[in-house]
């Protein structure tokens, strides 16, 4: 079974620019997370999509975040424009149950896009 | 609000040797709580997790934790550690119900090398 993809791996652009992030949930998976390491900092929630609903986009940045699920299959955050405290490995986790596999608690992540913003 | 800490960034022990590290949480009530390791070139991967019941959790690759209420404490164990330990580990939790309660919060992560 294939498990979370994510790309690209690594992705460096001007600031000013726009980049799109892509996620490939495990299939079968209604649960799709974003969550965002800055350098030097925690890992934090940035939204949580149910099928292709946004359920959650508290932790969404600023406006300058755009995530979509279209079909409800994989899922993309792209940033427009770019500014240099993008900066950071953006990771995509899926889980099949409500509300994070309340049965199991666990949530499986891809390995990360890092986006370098110079 | 929820938080975690990490207070170990880089912690360096010699192979066969053992392990602890810290975990510290603060909410009103007993989270969920996890552990996830990032080897080099690899996504977060789930070594245990602790939801009730017996507070020693036996977890992937020989690691235990043990939640003690009174320290508020999730720290992660190992008797041996090897070469291919060495990455950084990630302590977590989530609420047990509630608004955000799918939500993760984590630490910021502790970086572990292996000398040979």
């Known amino acids: 079974e294939a498990g979370v993809t994510q790309f690209p791996s690594h992705s460096v652009i001007e600031k000013g620019q726009t980049v799109t992030l892509r996620c490939d949930p495990i299939?079968?998976?209604?649960?799709l997370y974003w969550y965002r390491r800055v350098m030097g900092k925690e890992i934090k929630f940035l939204l949580h999509?149910?099928?292709?609903?946004?359920?959650?986009e508290s932790g969404m940045p600023n406006n300058r975040f755009l995530a979509e699920r279209t079909g409800g299959t994989y899922s993309t955050l792209k940033v427009q424009p770019a500014e240099l405290e993008d900066s950071g490995v953006y990771f995509c986790?899926?889980?099949?149950?409500?509300?994070?596999?309340?049965?199991?608690?666990?949530?499986?992540f891809g390995e990360g896009s890092r986006l370098t913003v110079l | 609000a929820q938080s975690v800490t990490q207070p170990d960034i880089h912690i360096t022990v010699s192979e066969g040797a053992s392990l602890e590290l810290r975990c510290n949480y603060s909410?009103?009530?007993?989270?969920?709580l996890f552990w996830y390791v990032q080897s080099p070139g690899q996504g977060l991967q789930l070594l245990l997790k602790?939801?009730?019941?017996?507070?020693l959790v036996q977890g992937i690759k020989g690691f235990e934790a043990e939640f003690k209420r009174s320290q508020s404490s999730f720290n992660l164990r190992k008797p041996s550690v090897h070469w291919s330990d060495a990455a950084e580990y990630f302590c977590?939790?989530?609420?047990?119900?509630?608004?955000?309660?799918?939500?993760?919060?984590f630490g910021k992560g502790t970086k572990l090398s292996v000398i040979p």
């Open positions: 986790a899926s889980s099949q149950d409500v509300r994070g596999s309340m049965g199991t608690g666990e949530l499986f």
């Open positions: 299939s079968g998976h209604d649960n």
């Open positions: 999509f149910v099928k292709e609903s946004k359920q959650d």
């Open positions: 909410y009103g009530a007993t989270p969920y």
């Open positions: 602790y939801f009730s019941g017996d507070t």
């Open positions: 977590a939790s989530r609420p047990y119900s509630g608004a955000g309660s799918y939500q993760l919060t």
